[in-house]
């Protein structure tokens, strides 16, 4: 391609925009390993004027050399050793670092080695690690990066705002000018936020852009590619690994090295009253604090994602998902003891639960599961662009069919009963984790001969989202609400005990909802009153208030139940036998997903 054409194709693109060049090359057939054709030949060529044009599009001529001599070191090296029948390339712009990045099909990495004085080659590697600020090969050995510091004063868009970056799309290539009988033909594609370009024919005689197509999402992606530190993530990712793993743990590796926040770049933060849209390109410091805090990140609100959200947005209502806190995802990861030979199925949300699993078991062991079609797919790209890792991903109600047979199921999200899926998913001694709706139980149980399984509550706790048969929850209990939050109940009670709020007490809320589901909490506090509310869609409901802390609360009930009273006796039992026997108790599960809780005397059917 001219440098005429070059310009022309990238002056097309909006400015704010540009983030990177990707160009996939179709090797001459007649290509044999070690030796590169006349067609190959003329690939490194080509690829320096991308990279200048490229490089003057981002204000850094200073680079164009030292970036033209590592491209044209790294993809001769690509066409002499790689095994694939293409090589890929790639130019992008990381945070403060422009990355170099060729792929040539070889699992076989490069090795660097000193020559000797007598050697007519076998100095390219020697060269690209002397030259470049760091570089390096994926886990897979198929691709091989290098980074180059962008000078200051540079006018890169990751500089000025923070831009979408769309996942790649599928488009017909686009016949420019030039010779029609030409052995090399290219298929180019400009990863420039809205913009996606193809073309094809002679590359080299091409003049004129013919068509842009414009593929708009509002996705903020700043993609690190996992190469090269941009800001200081790395070392966060240790700290959280030292945090939530022991260093002898197989997961500490995972959660040290997978980026959790390039699969969390924009969420929702609470204030108490609604939802505040937090974009982590926009606010690098704190999107990192965020995102290397083991905590929640929500990133959905009802029907509302943050990926798609405006700039500055708010949001009222449920979270409807989220990256989970990573100490949970390995506690999860850990009940389910995975073996190294374990096929899973584990659940999608943002992808970082997925992104470990990889990382520990290799990508073609993993299969990930979401409702949201969307999900799915800024999961995998993200798993792509970020670690190179390609496992299944599927779009499906995780209660339903699933689409093959696993040693373990591990779900982050809440069921109540476990699917009868599952079951028939799970091969020969298999093992299930997950937790039952509405409650902090985590059950594991393994599949028995007959089809059923059996396991027990784990003595650990945690509480997931429930899942989703659809794009969002059924409609809230708003309808109680205005009768619960001032009227005057059929029943008005003072309670033996403190007011407590369940959440906030596992055993008991998972007690109750184990004889109750379906129940949301609510709370407020008015000047010295505290007031909680328990509504159930059925339309019961009870409103309990209390001004000290050991006062006994007046407590008005109203509705088919009495919800409050249900809730005192858990809390007398608790008193009369100091605990409560749901964690710990033994799991039956038969073939046809009825759940039996057991402990002592105490005995429960899902």
């Known amino acids: 391609m001219t440098s005429t054409a070059l310009d022309a194709l990238t002056s097309a693109i909006p400015r704010s925009v540009r983030t990177g060049h990707e160009v996939s090359i179709e090797r001459d057939p007649a290509s044999m390993p070690g030796h590169l054709t006349k067609a190959d030949s003329v690939w490194p060529g080509r690829l320096r004027r991308i990279i200048r044009a490229g490089l003057k599009l981002w204000n850094q001529p200073a680079l164009v050399e030292t970036a033209e001599l590592l491209t044209t070191e790294l993809v001769t090296n690509a066409f002499r050793h790689g095994s694939g029948t293409d090589i890929g390339f790639r130019l992008l712009i990381s945070g403060d670092h422009v990355v170099i990045e060729v792929r040539d099909g070889s699992p076989d990495r490069p090795v660097l080695r000193r020559a000797s004085p007598e050697d007519e080659d076998g100095r390219g590697l020697a060269l690209v690690s002397a030259m470049a600020d760091e570089w390096g090969t994926t886990s897979d050995g198929t691709t091989t990066w290098c980074t180059l510091p962008l000078r200051k004063g540079s006018d890169h868009p990751m500089q000025r705002t923070a831009t979408p970056v769309p996942s790649l799309r599928e488009y017909p290539a686009i016949q420019l ?31 004129e852009v013919v068509a842009i197509r ?60 609604a939802w505040l849209l937090r974009d982590g390109p926009a606010a690098p410091d704190a999107w990192l604090e965020a995102a290397y805090t083991d905590q929640t990140l929500v990133t959905r609100v009802d029907a509302c994602p943050a990926d798609h959200a405006a700039p500055g947005a708010m949001a009222s209502g449920t979270p409807t998902s989220s990256s989970t ?45 979401d409702v949201d079609a969307d999900l799915v797919k800024a999961a995998s790209d993200r798993l792509v662009l970020v670690a190179g890792y390609r496992p299944q991903m599927a779009v499906g109600d995780i209660t339903g069919e699933l689409p093959g047979a696993y040693d373990r199921i591990i779900a982050t999200v809440s069921v109540r009963p476990v699917p009868v899926s599952w079951l028939s998913a799970l091969r020969p001694g298999g093992r299930l984790v997950t937790t039952i709706a509405g409650t902090g139980l985590i059950l594991a149980a393994d599949k028995t001969n007959e089809g059923g399984a ?52 596992w055993d008991v809320m998972s007690m109750l909802e184990l004889q109750i589901p379906g129940i949301t909490y609510r709370r407020s506090m008015d000047g010295g ?7 159930h869609p059925d339309g019961s409901w009870a409103r309990a208030t209390a001004r000290g802390f050991l006062d006994s609360p007046t407590v008005h009930q109203g509705g088919p139940r009495r919800l409050w009273s249900d809730l005192d006796r858990i809390r007398n039992r608790l008193n ?7 964690y710990g108790a033994q799991v039956t599960i038969t073939p046809d997903g009825t759940t039996t809780l057991t402990r002592g005397s105490w005995s429960f059917t899902l």
């Open 529 to 535: 009153n505290r007031t909680v509310w328990l509504l």
């Open 214 to 273: 414009r593929t708009p999402q509002p996705a903020t992606l700043l993609t690190e590619e996992a190469k090269g530190t941009v800001m200081d993530w790395r070392t966060r990712a240790m700290r959280l690994a030292g945090e939530v793993v022991r260093p002898e743990s197989r997961w500490h590796e995972p959660v040290a090295t997978v980026p959790r926040h390039e699969f969390v770049p924009r969420w929702w933060q609470s204030d108490g009253d």
């Open 325 to 369: 806190l990573p100490s949970l995802v390995v506690r999860m990861y850990r009940h389910a003891m995975i073996a190294e030979n374990s096929d899973v199925l584990v659940t999608t949300g943002t992808g970082y639960g997925t992104a470990l699993a990889c990382a520990r078991l290799g990508h073609a062991r993993v299969t990930s599961i």
């Open 576 to 582: 009369r036998e100091g605990a409560l026997p749901v």
């Open 454 to 505: 059996t396991g027990r509550i784990e003595w650990d706790r945690a509480g997931f989202m429930p899942t989703r048969h659809g794009a969002d929850y059924g409609p809230p209990a708003d309808d109680v609400w205005q009768e619960a939050a001032e009227a005057d109940g059929e029943d008005v009670i003072t309670s033996r005990y403190p007011l407590l709020y369940p959440p906030d007490a």
């Open 177 to 207: 000018p030039g010779n029609p009988n030409t052995v090399t033909r290219a298929r180019t594609i400009a990863r420039s936020g809205l913009t996606v370009l193809d073309w094809q024919g002679d590359v080299h005689a091409a003049t």
